[in-house]
Nanobody, 116 residues
Framework: QVQFVESGGGLVQPGGSLKLSCATS????????MSWYRQATGKERELIAI????????QYIDSVRGRFAVSRDNAKNTVYLQMASLKPEDTAVYYC?????????WGQGTQVTVSS
């Protein structure tokens, strides 16, 4: 059974940092490109960061590039999202998934709230 368990979210002030983790099981993690998504209240889920199977290539949407960093530990079947210089508009539930996401279910996500 495929599982994605996101953790590390919380309430943080603008300009603060958080590191999210996504522990996975049930599939060949090291063979799959992994992605982070987020969904703000009332908005569609959006793809924000991608990391290649071996971790050598990363991609980001413009709004998070330079502030967020995706990484992975294939020995632990875990993908991470280091977030810095957080802004109120980063408030959302954050999810990870393997590519293509259409083949996999979604975890519960982890809530990130950026507010003073």
């Amino acid at each position: 059974q495929v599982q994605f368990v996101e953790s590390g979210g919380g309430l943080v002030q603008p300009g603060g940092s958080l590191k999210l983790s996504c522990a996975t099981s049930g599939f060949a993690f090291s063979d799959r490109r992994m992605s982070w998504y987020r969904q703000a209240t009332g908005k569609e889920r959006e793809l924000i960061a991608i990391i290649s199977a071996k971790g050598g290539v990363t991609q980001y949407i413009d709004s998070v590039r330079g502030r967020f960093a995706v990484s992975r530990d294939n020995a632990k079947n875990t993908v991470y999202l280091q977030m810095a210089s957080l802004k109120p508009e980063d408030t959302a539930v954050y999810y990870c998934n393997a590519d293509p996401s259409s083949l996999f279910s979604w975890g519960q996500g982890t809530q990130v709230t950026v507010s003073s």
